[in-house]
C-alpha cells in the first residue's frame, strides 16, 4: 500500500513537472518548425529566465511578476538572433538544404556565447531561488505549492499559445510560413518579421519555463544544456509543431524522470531520455501527435 | 492605361539567359494571354513580376510606381496576386484558412478579423467553393484546389492577377468553367496575365496575347494577329499540332 501511494506521488509529480518540460518544447517547436533553425541556445533562454528571476528576486521582485520583465527581454534577445544572425546565415547559404546545418553551427556559437558571458556576470555557483516551498500533503507525500502553481502558468500559456497559432491573424501568417514560406511571402506575409517573432516566442516561453524552474530547484549559469536535451526529446516525443503533442510528451517525460529518479538511480535520468528517444525514433519518428 | 510595364527585363540562370531583355506592357482592364513552349520563361516572368526571383537587370513599374527591388510581400500589398503553375496551397489548413492569409495580408495591409472573414467568404463564394469552406484541403480535386489559389489572390484585393496555367490538367468541361471565371475576375475591373497551353481558351477570353521562345518575346498582338503570325505557328502552334497527333 505505502508503496502504491509512493508510485502515485512520484507520478502526480511528475506531471505537474513535465508541464514546464512541454512549454519549453513548445517554444522549440517553434524555432525549429517555422525558423528551421535546431535552436541548440533555447535552454541557454531557460537559464537566463531562471538566473534574471533569482537577480530580481534580490531586488525586491515577487518570481511569479518576474515573467512580465524577463519574457519581453527574451523575447527580444530571441527576435534579434532571428533578424540578425540566423536571417544572415539563410542570405548566404550556397542552397537551401545547407541551411539547417549552418544555422545549428551557428547556434553553438551563439550558446557558448551566452553560457560564458552568463557565468563572467553571475558566476558559477548554484543559487538558491526557490519560493513558494509550502507543502501541500498529497496521498502521503508532500507536495510543494511551487509545483502546482507552476503548472498552472505552464498550462495556462500553453493553451494562449495554441489559441494564438490557431485563431489571431499573426497565427494564421505563423502557420503558412511554416509550411511554405516563398508563398506565403507572395501572399503578402512579411516573412522575415513571422520568423523574428517566432523565434522571440521559443525564447520568451523559454524565459518563462525558466522562472517555473527557478521556482522549484536552485539555479545555475551551467543548467542550460541539460534542458535544451530536455526539449530536443521532449519535441520529437510529441512531434514538431503540436502544441497539446509537446504537453503530453513533456508530462511524460516528466513522469519518467521522476520514476527514474525515484525507484532507480537520478544520474540514469539523461541516459534513459536518450535510450527512449532512440527508440522513438526508429517506432514513431513524427512524434506522438505529429503528423505523418 | 497600362497598369505594368516592363523594359528591357532579364534573367539570367548561371550563364542561361530564361528572360531575355524583354519589354512588355499590361493595359488596364484586359486579359493579356502569355504563350509559348515550354522553356520558354513564362513562369520566370511571373517570378520576376511577383519578385518571388530577382530580375538580372531591366525595370518594371506598376501603376507608374517602380517595383523592381521590391520583396514580394509588398508587390502583394500594391495590388498583384498570382496562382501558382503547379498548385502552392497551404496543405496544413483548411480552405477557408488559406483564403483568409490573403485577405489579412493582402491590400489593405490593417484589416479587422471580422472584415477578413467577410473577404475570405465572398472570395471563396465568387470561385464556387462556399461549400466546402471548412473541408481540409487535400479533399479537394485538382480543379478546386486551383480555384482555392483564385480565392485566395482575390482575397489579398489585387489590381493586377497573373495566373499560372490555371486550365492544365483541367477536363474539358472545367475548362469551360474556368474560363467563365477568368471573365468574371476581369469583369470585376482586375487587370489579368495568364499562361495557358490550353488554345483554346487563350484565343477565347483574351483581349492581346504576347509570345515568348527562349526567353524572348517574339510576337505580341490580338489573338488573330498570333494565330496568322508564321513564326509563332512555326515554332509553338505547329509544335503543339504535331504533339498532340
Known amino acids: 500500500m505505502a508503496e502504491a501511494e509512493r508510485l502515485l506521488g512520484l507520478i502526480t509529480i511528475g506531471i505537474l513537472a513535465g508541464g514546464v518540460y512541454g512549454l519549453l518544447a513548445v517554444g522549440l517547436s517553434l524555432q525549429i518548425g517555422v525558423c528551421r533553425v535546431l535552436n541548440i541556445t533555447h535552454g541557454e533562454f531557460l537559464m537566463l529566465g531562471g538566473i534574471l528571476t533569482f537577480t530580481f528576486s534580490q531586488l525586491g521582485i515577487n518570481p511569479l511578476l518576474a515573467p512580465v520583465i524577463v519574457g519581453p527581454i527574451l523575447f527580444g534577445l530571441g527576435f534579434l538572433l532571428q533578424a540578425t544572425l540566423f536571417r544572415g546565415v539563410k542570405a548566404r547559404v550556397p542552397s537551401p538544404s545547407a541551411f539547417e546545418g549552418n544555422a545549428l553551427l551557428a547556434a553553438f556559437g551563439v550558446m557558448y556565447v551566452i553560457q560564458y558571458l552568463a557565468r563572467i556576470r553571475f558566476g558559477t555557483q548554484s543559487l538558491p531561488s526557490q519560493y513558494l516551498t509550502q507543502p501541500v500533503p498529497y496521498v502521503g507525500i508532500n507536495l510543494a505549492v511551487n509545483l502546482i502553481v507552476g503548472f498552472a502558468i505552464a498550462a495556462a500559456l500553453g493553451i494562449a499559445v495554441y489559441l494564438f497559432l490557431t485563431r489571431s491573424r499573426v497565427g494564421k501568417a505563423i502557420r503558412a510560413t511554416a509550411e511554405d514560406p516563398p508563398t506565403a511571402e507572395l501572399m503578402g506575409v512579411n516573412t522575415n518579421t513571422i520568423l523574428a517573432v517566432c523565434f522571440g516566442l521559443g525564447g520568451l516561453l523559454a524565459a518563462v519555463a525558466g522562472t517555473l524552474v527557478s521556482m522549484r530547484t536552485p539555479v545555475s549559469t551551467a543548467m542550460g544544456f541539460n534542458n535544451t536535451v530536455i526539449a530536443l526529446i521532449v519535441v520529437t516525443l510529441g512531434g514538431l509543431g503540436s502544441v497539446p503533442g509537446s504537453f503530453i510528451a513533456g508530462i511524460i517525460i516528466g513522469i519518467v524522470s521522476m520514476l527514474v529518479a525515484g525507484l532507480w538511480e537520478s544520474v540514469l535520468i539523461v541516459p534513459v531520455y536518450y535510450a527512449m528517444l532512440m527508440v522513438l525514433l526508429l517506432v514513431r519518428p513524427t512524434g506522438i501527435l505529429g503528423k505523418k | ?245
Not at chain 2, 492605361?1 to 516592363?6: C, H, T, V
Not at chain 2, 472573414?117 to 470561385?127: G, I, K, R, Y
Not at chain 2, 489573338?223 to 505547329?238: H, P
Request: aromatic letters at 4%.
Open chain 2, 1 to 245: 492605361m497600362r497598369i505594368l510595364e516592363g523594359q528591357g527585363v532579364t534573367k539570367y540562370f548561371g550563364g542561361l539567359a530564361a528572360i531575355s531583355n524583354v519589354d512588355f506592357h499590361v493595359d488596364q482592364g484586359e486579359i493579356l494571354g502569355l504563350i509559348g513552349p515550354n522553356g520558354a520563361g513564362k513562369t520566370t516572368l511571373f517570378n520576376l513580376i511577383s519578385a518571388a526571383l530577382p530580375a538580372s537587370s531591366g525595370g518594371m513599374r506598376f501603376k507608374g510606381q517602380k517595383i523592381s527591388g521590391l520583396k514580394p510581400h509588398r508587390i502583394c500589398q500594391m495590388g498583384i496576386a498570382r496562382t501558382f503553375q503547379e498548385t502552392k496551397v497551404f496543405g496544413n489548413m483548411p480552405v477557408i484558412q488559406n483564403v483568409l492569409v490573403g485577405a489579412f495580408f493582402g491590400k489593405p495591409t490593417h484589416i479587422s478579423g471580422a472584415a477578413a472573414a467577410n473577404e475570405a467568404t465572398q472570395a471563396l463564394e465568387f470561385v464556387g467553393l462556399s461549400a466546402t469552406s471548412a473541408a481540409p484541403i487535400k479533399d479537394l480535386t485538382l480543379a478546386q484546389q486551383k480555384r482555392v489559389e483564385v480565392a485566395r489572390a482575390l482575397a489579398t484585393k489585387p489590381e493586377l492577377l497573373l495566373l499560372d496555367e490555371l486550365m492544365a490538367g483541367l477536363t474539358p468541361t472545367e475548362v469551360g468553367e474556368a474560363m467563365e471565371l477568368v471573365t468574371r475576375i476581369r469583369d470585376k475591373g482586375i487587370t489579368i496575365i495568364m499562361v495557358e497551353h490550353v488554345m483554346k481558351a487563350i484565343m477565347g477570353i483574351s483581349t492581346r496575347v504576347m509570345v515568348l521562345h527562349h526567353g524572348e518575346k517574339i510576337a505580341e498582338g490580338t489573338c488573330n494577329e498570333i494565330s496568322c503570325n508564321k513564326t509563332v505557328i512555326d515554332i509553338y502552334l505547329g509544335e503543339e499540332t504535331h504533339a498532340a497527333s
